[in-house]
């Protein structure tokens, strides 16, 4: 083969790929196009003129570390407001999270139930304040192995004041009370300091316990005794009358069910998601199907190279 031709068959594969970026590129942009039109023209549909749907249980789903709660906040008060919901599944899977979001959800459930039963359903873990949010629910299902309990509340604080010495940084403070740079990361707490911390973890602590004692109907004593941290697999929380009742996914939503007076299966009702959440779904999933076809197209069908 003459340079002539290999420069020639370069170029044409050169201009195959662009057009095939471009075919793509197109394709995307009217997907995209079409796409939001669907979305736009969807929420022009008048709720009346949608035809009654069957009484359901809506599902809410607790997930990962608890920092803010402003989601399944959202998700409870639309399903409280909603009808068709006669109660409501909390789906938990998370290890615990800050005191203060925790307390927000306990608080938020317990006002849900008041109106429609809310059923915890503790799938892997359900720990610290995860659990604190379940005790909030009329009825806790668990798997025998899941890990729940962790009543108990913990404040870590470093201190870089070696590795600042070491650099050669020094750190100057000017403060108008003597507990104004408490917890400050660049040397050791006083003892006065780690009293008041002290006094602010059991103060935390004590509101934990309680909440728990209120939720679960049960003697402080008896939840004291085991509030030291640890934690207990679902079947120990059930011994512990922790949790209501042993089972899965399945067992809650028929609990939720009697608990809402549902004849009949139930329909499982899930959270809409708003347009912007669906559409970067949507986006994300189709463009990672889009390169990876481009990338079949452009190295997997070519089997120079490739040992047989």
Known sequence: MTDKEQRGGRTRAFLIVLATIGGLALLTFFAFVLLIGSLFLKSGVAPSSLAPEAEGVGIVRLEGVIVTPEKVLKDLRNFRENDRVKAIVLRIDSPGGAVGASQELYQAIRQVDKEKPVVASLVNTAASGAFYAACASRWIVSDPGTI????????????????????????????????????????????????????????????????????????????????????????????????????????????????????????????????????????????????????????LNDSSGVPH
Do not use: C, W
């Open 148 to 299: 729940t309990g962790s009543i108990g509340v913990i404040m870590k604080l470093p201190n870089i004041s070696g590795l600042l010495q070491r650099l050669g940084i020094k750190t100057t403070v000017i403060k108008s009370g003597k507990l104004k740079d408490l917890a400050s990361i660049t040397r050791d707490l006083t003892p006065e300091e780690r009293q008041v911390l002290k006094g602010v973890m059991d103060d935390i602590h004590n509101q934990f316990i309680q909440d728990v004692a209120k939720g679960r109907n049960l003697p402080v004593e008896d939840v004291s005794r085991v509030a030291d941290g640890r934690i207990f697999s679902g079947r120990q929380a059930l011994a512990l009358h922790f949790v209501d009742e042993l089972g899965n996914f399945s067992t809650a939503v028929k609990k939720a069910a009697e608990l809402g007076k549902i004849k009949g299966k139930p329909a499982l009702i899930y959270p809409q998601k708003d347009k912007i959440t669906a559409l970067k779904e949507i986006l994300e999933d189709s463009g990672a199907r889009s390169m990876l076809k481009f990338l079949n197209l452009l190295f």
